[in-house]
């Protein structure tokens, strides 16, 4: 059986929101989506990179550390 490490960015981004206090419908306004839609990623388990690194920016973080968020919490 192989091993190995998968991130989760549903859990890099709820993460991230919880550290920097940001609500759901904070981000839906500054992302200027529907809140309906931060839930999606919030659940979701992957989201393309480009957005992953929108959210690394927005919260001050390298892509790395944004993705490592999710790789020790969930």
Request: charged share 20%; hydrophobic share 40%; aromatic share 8%.
């Amino acid at each position: 059986m192989k091993s190995h490490q998968t991130s989760d960015t549903g859990a890099s981004l709820r993460v991230a929101q919880a550290l920097k206090k940001t609500t759901g419908s904070q981000l839906a306004r500054d992302f200027k989506v529907h809140p309906q839609q931060i839930i999606r990623w919030r659940n979701g388990t992957d989201i393309k990179v480009s957005l992953a690194i929108r959210f690394a920016t927005y919260f001050g973080l390298t892509l790395s550390e944004f993705i490592a968020l999710g790789e020790s919490n969930g």
